[in-house]
């Protein structure tokens, strides 16, 4: 099963709502905005998901191979692979069956250009009703048990990242066991210019990794 890992890892390497989401930063927004691969990602992830033919989900797209499952972020439900409590959710399923099969480890990576762009602020924002009290307690929950899932597992987590991780997206690679990254790779954590809290339990693991000053 060795040289299927290795084969599914170099394949991963080659391939305004209100003024609250308009803070992002001039690279990211640039990034966003002025991509010129979209087509080629939705023609992409399009071709993914008609050859696979188990474990069909919405936003992910789950191989069983030699030895490994492979869980590849490639969300219909949000832009750039953003997270929200439907694709979190999928996840969570695809690692908790990851956990009770006969997989050694999991690969987890992305389709398209893009590895992961963090929170999916648009949608919730949109689900901020009258009660938002009530709806962030609902938001805090669903992040909270997503990077639960991750500290939890007791297999080896490999992330490959073949693009951006922004925000949360970076955040969980901490919580992995091995993490490579192509040339295309980038990470950006904008909590400040959100006026978020660091999620992933970052707070944490990154002065532990960076050391302090970074």
Same mark, same amino acid.
């Given at each position: @099963?060795?040289?299927?890992? +290795?084969?599914?890892?170099?394949?991963?390497?080659?391939?305004?709502?209100?003024?609250?989401?308009?803070?992002?930063?001039?690279?990211?927004?640039?990034?966003?905005?002025?991509?010129?691969?979209?087509?080629?990602?939705?023609?992409?992830?399009?071709? !993914?998901?008609?050859?696979?033919?188990?474990?069909?989900?919405?936003?992910?797209?789950?191989?069983?191979?030699?030895?490994?499952?492979?869980?590849?972020?490639?969300?219909?439900?949000? *832009?750039?692979?953003?997270?929200?409590? *439907?694709? +979190?959710?999928? !996840?969570?399923?695809?690692?908790?069956?990851?956990?009770?099969?006969?997989?050694?480890?999991? #690969?987890?990576?992305?389709? @398209?250009? =893009?590895?992961?762009? @963090?929170?999916?602020?648009?949608?919730?924002?949109?689900?901020?009703?009258?009660?938002?009290?009530? *709806?962030?307690?609902? +938001?805090?929950?669903?992040?909270?048990?997503?990077?639960? %899932?991750?500290? /939890?597992?007791?297999?080896?987590? =490999?992330?490959?990242?073949?693009?951006?991780?922004?925000? #949360?997206?970076?955040?969980?690679?901490?919580?992995?066991?091995?993490?490579?990254?192509?040339?295309?790779?980038?990470?950006? %954590?904008?909590?400040?210019?959100?006026? /978020?809290?660091?999620?992933?339990?970052?707070?944490?693991?990154?002065?532990?990794? +960076?050391?302090?000053?970074?």
């Amino acid at each position: @099963g060795t040289s299927t890992f +290795m084969e599914a890892l170099a394949a991963n390497g080659t391939t305004n709502i209100q003024t609250s989401v308009t803070g992002v930063s001039a690279s990211k927004r640039r990034f966003i905005d002025d991509r010129r691969d979209q087509p080629f990602d939705k023609r992409l992830r399009f071709s !993914v998901r008609q050859t696979e033919s188990a474990y069909r989900y919405r936003d992910i797209v789950v191989r069983k191979q030699d030895g490994f499952t492979h869980i590849l972020l490639s969300t219909k439900s949000s *832009e750039n692979n953003s997270l929200n409590p *439907e694709v +979190m959710k999928e !996840v969570q399923s695809a690692l908790n069956t990851a956990a009770a099969d006969d997989s050694k480890l999991v #690969l987890f990576s992305a389709v @398209g250009s =893009i590895f992961c762009c @963090g929170l999916d602020f648009i949608y919730f924002i949109r689900r901020l009703t009258d009660d938002r009290k009530k *709806e962030s307690t609902k +938001m805090a929950e669903a992040i909270r048990n997503f990077v639960n %899932t991750f500290i /939890q597992f007791k297999k080896p987590i =490999i992330v490959a990242v073949n693009g951006p991780a922004i925000g #949360l997206g970076a955040s969980i690679l901490p919580l992995c066991d091995v993490v490579w990254a192509n040339e295309k790779a980038w990470f950006q %954590t904008p909590y400040t210019t959100f006026g /978020q809290s660091p999620d992933g339990c970052s707070s944490l693991t990154f002065p532990r990794i +960076m050391g302090l000053a970074s």
